[in-house]
């Protein structure tokens, strides 16, 4: 243990070293590093995906490539059609009182990027939030979750296969202690991105070097159905359940639906389950839960909501021996439920009614604020209600999990969500100082303002700034 924190302070310490040497990569530079990621996943796309499959006991290789290496391809497509507009000096405006002066921000690294990564979707959430850190001009520690040690090895021994990028980026492998290690380095900004409680230290941790942070965490992202919904839109709501066995951070956890629709919510999910998961609990397309104590803890809110009086529908058969659970609806919800206290990450969902679309909300109001909520339905003025009447990391209209891949929206929470955004610009930003240059001309144009003051700055002050100095400033 004590020699895996000293690798990792000495990978520290050498980045920042040659940070201070070189504290701005040129963009061709950043570029050829973008070039080399990007063809490294198409290249191994399917070693990932066989690592990931290791590491989950199952897990499709199709959905794997498809959900981690596309949309990883695409987001670094997206650095490199933008690189050079990003790193450009941004022209501001200078207000007459200044002039003759021009302004400009202009984007800097801010030195070595702290990556933590989790074990849900490993690929996307390390090269993802990787391609922008480097689009910015950082140096890079990116530090993988234990339960993806598969893949961890496979993604250290390709990184460093790759000329410029391994002068760059390094992958940290290691357990709940090294990661403790990994998040009290001081680094010029630390991305997390996990659960609220383990934010809550990597947090503390950062604090102890005042460490720029974002976080990036789940919670409880409520689906509402609006009573007129079109029911073509109903496959889309379930998939964004059925996705990686729900172990997804911004999988609808939780779902809203008028009075008088679950038996109607029942026999299509049924209908869904029967078409796209056939022999549910042996298909090679369903997800197996990523640990034996993650699916007991699962198996644990599916008893306690039966327990205290809840209608569970099952979709599958138990099997001891596999690391996969059947899928469950909950009907007859209550808050005393644990099912309503926790993120399920899990493909576990529980319904609960409601009869106006106010007490709908209210209810969403109640709760912390989720990562992403969800909205089934044409009413214009039901979207407005919701747009302006609720708080959330995104919100995402007729369908699930989709927004993540908008490589132009930013991706963040909001209160026990998260905070701090990335993707799109917003990503390059949130690695980079955005440094203020304010440069003043030759002509000296300001010296009224030097004491000792006359009656030109309160000339001005009264009749430029609109100030009521009173007689005695006359």
């Not at 996307?124 to 391609?131: K, R, Y």
């Not at 530090?143 to 760059?168: A, N």
């Not at 389950?273 to 197996?288: E, K, V």
């Not at 912390?368 to 039901?382: C, H, R, V, W």
Request: glycine share 8%; with cysteine; aromatic share 10%.
């Amino acid at each position: 243990m004590a020699g895996m924190n000293m690798g990792l302070n000495v990978a520290f310490t050498e980045f920042m070293h040659e940070y201070s040497n070189n504290p701005y990569p040129s963009v061709s530079k950043r570029r050829d590093m973008l070039k080399q990621l990007k063809n490294m996943l198409k290249a191994n796309g399917e070693e990932l995906a066989a690592a990931i499959q290791a590491d989950y006991c199952h897990r499709s290789k199709t959905e794997s490539l498809f959900l981690e290496i596309y949309p990883s391809i695409k987001a670094i497509d997206y650095c490199l059609s933008h690189l050079r507009s990003w790193t450009k000096p941004r022209k501001k405006r200078v207000s007459w009182h200044f002039w003759p002066a021009s302004a400009y921000v202009l984007p800097q690294p801010v030195g070595v990027v702290g990556i933590i990564v989790p074990w849900n979707y490993p690929v996307f959430l390390s090269i993802v939030p990787l391609a922008y850190a480097l689009a910015a001009g950082n140096r890079v520690l990116v530090k993988m979750s234990e339960l993806s040690s598969e893949l961890g090895q496979v993604m250290q021994r390709l990184i460093s296969s790759l000329p410029t990028v391994s002068q760059f980026v390094k992958i940290i492998d290691g357990d709940v202690e090294v990661g403790r290690a990994f998040s009290s380095l001081p680094f010029g900004h630390l991305l997390f991105t996990g659960s609220t409680q383990v934010g809550r230290a990597v947090m503390a941790s950062a604090s102890k070097h005042l460490t720029p942070v974002t976080l990036e965490l789940g919670g409880k992202s409520p689906a509402i159905l609006s009573d007129g919904m079109n029911p073509a839109y109903l496959p889309r709501l379930f998939m964004g359940k059925l996705f990686n066995a729900g172990q997804t951070c911004i999988a609808p956890d939780y779902l809203l639906v008028p009075a008088g629709l679950e038996s109607y919510i029942e026999s299509r999910f049924a209908e869904f389950i029967n078409r796209h998961y056939p022999n549910l609990m042996a298909n090679d397309n369903y997800t197996g839960i990523i640990s034996l104590a993650h699916k007991q803890r699962l198996q644990e809110l599916v008893d306690d909501a039966r327990q205290k009086g809840a209608r569970v529908v099952q979709f599958g058969q138990e099997i001891e021996t596999v690391q996969k659970i059947p899928v469950y609806l909950i009907f007859n919800v209550n808050s005393n439920m644990k099912v309503m206290h926790e993120e399920i990450f899990g493909p576990i969902l529980p319904i609960m009614t409601y009869e106006k679309l106010a007490d709908a909300i209210h209810f969403i109001n109640s709760m912390p604020n989720p990562l992403a909520l969800y909205y089934f339905g044409d009413d214009k003025d039901e979207l407005k209600r919701l747009e302006y009447g609720t708080l959330s990391g995104a919100l995402t209209i007729n369908d699930t999990l989709m927004h993540v891949a908008i490589d132009d929206l930013p991706f963040g929470g909001v209160g026990q969500s998260g905070f701090g955004q990335y993707h799109g610009q917003e990503g390059f930003d949130r690695f980079s100082q955005l440094k203020p240059v304010f440069k003043k001309k030759r002509i000296a144009t300001a010296a009224w303002l030097y004491p000792p003051y006359g009656k030109l700055i309160h000339w001005y002050l009264r009749y430029i700034a609109g100030i009521n100095l009173g007689r005695n400033n006359e």
